[in-house]
């Protein structure tokens, strides 16, 4: 019994595959910190100068930490917001992957910190984890990369690598699918006995909901609203399942595909859902042999 | 294609940092360092995930939250939506007469995809804590005006009483 637990262990996170498909999910994530990171530097005075209005996130950030940002001089922040700046090009480059990364993360923490009003959204705390995981190894920066291409003089490399980076990831995801649906039916969630797809396309033109073609119509179908909702916490509570069962994992991976550009039509939500989601689905379909081989 | 003359990259391996130490220790070292890191990781995850919703009630006290990491209260994407609705929105004042004042020229930044107003951002400045520092940024970003006032505008059904609003003056500036 131990014996088997141990060789399912180690198939799962310590055996060596090829990390390709870490390096194609680093180019995702540089773009999907960029798209969401780099609007609110485009107006450092409304954002983060000490004219800017700013919200603070004390359920994420200790007090002192909060304090400690906040006293930041205007000569700092932006020269944070180039330190930034410099690190994303490098870490979506992979030249010196690590250590951009973590630099990289450390900028976004400082900006979160100094004014969580735009930038801080669930979606960026699931991108805070990600780049927790990204930034643990170098892994992402071994293949696609300045580094490997300095290292090996190719963009492939021919090193194979602890899998458990990736198969964090790709528990990371799966597991946000099935908190997601948890959170709908149970704790306060309200999926079940209410109908919150259906008030969401009765909410006012200027909710959150987008003028996609059908609402309109779905705004007058109760019952099909809910049956939608059902659908929806169905999906989500059988898409670890089904990513995790090689039969079933390329739909699950069209499945999540679909249901991100869904929400990419229908609701006025960051893209980082878009951005990052759907890149790290793919991390499920990683190949046996290295191409750098 | 994509080969240059080799080189021995020395920075590039003294940053390598967790997969450089793995490659210098033994297999076992390694193997034993990602297996704590994996547990760790997992029981940290989970627990976060399921300490608001679920282990905070069931233990009838607030848990430790693990700070700087994981969303305060859970993957909680729009796990509970009703039929109300509450907004806010900003008057500038000139002359004695108010002029609603649009908020995308209140917060301007332009986002790939989709409208952070449209996320309801606006909402933070009815908090009184924020504002103070709101009137001071109004005052700044909108000089024209002589003064300003917030309002809350609260859409009590839009199933029941569709388009029925309810505005209230948060505070003036």
Known sequence: MLKAVSKWWEKCFLEERPSTALGIFRLAVAFTVGAHVIPTLLHMEDN?????????????????????????????????????????????????????????????????????????????????????????????????????????????????????????????????????????????????????????????????????????????QPGLCHAIGIAVILGE?????????????????????????????????????????PPQLLLFIFPRRNPGR | MFRIKHREPVLLRSWSGIHYFFAMVSPKIRNVSITLFVIAWLTLFHYESLRAAYLNPFFKCELPKFKFLFPPAGWIMFFRVDETEERAEVYGIKQKKLELIDPHRIFENRWLGYDNIRRNVLITVLNPYYAESFCRYLKRKFPEYEGFAVAEVVYPSNIRYPGKKIRNVAYTC
């Open chain 1, 48 to 220: 983060y100068l000490s004219s800017a209005f700013k919200e603070k996130n004390l359920s994420f950030f200790t007090p002192g930490v909060i304090a400690w940002i906040d006293k930041s001089p205007d000569w700092l922040v932006l020269m944070m917001a180039k330190v930034f700046y410099i690190s994303l090009v490098f870490f979506a480059a992979g030249f010196l992957s690590q250590f951009s990364c973590i630099l990289m993360t450390l900028c976004c923490y400082y900006f979160y910190a100094l004014n969580s009003l735009h930038i801080g959204t669930l979606s960026f705390d699931i991108l805070l984890v990600t780049l927790f995981l990204v930034g643990m190894t170098g892994y992402p920066g071994d293949n696609l990369s300045f580094d490997c291409l300095i290292r090996y003089r190719s963009l492939l490399s021919p090193r194979q690598r602890p899998f458990f980076v990736q198969r964090l990831l790709q528990l990371q995801i799966a597991s946000t699918y099935l908190y997601t649906g948890l959170c709908k039916i149970a704790a306060e969630g309200n999926w079940l006995d209410g109908n919150p797809l259906y008030y969401l396309y009765n909410s006012t033109s200027e909710s959150v909901v987008k003028h996609f073609p059908l609402r309109s119509f779905l705004a007058h």
């Open chain 1, 237 to 277: 509570f059988s898409m670890p399942f089904l990513l995790f069962i090689r039969k079933t994992r390329p739909w699950a991976v069209a499945l999540g595909f679909f249901f991100h550009v869904l929400l990419l039509v229908t609701l006025h939500v960051p893209t980082i859902f878009f951005f990052l989601f």
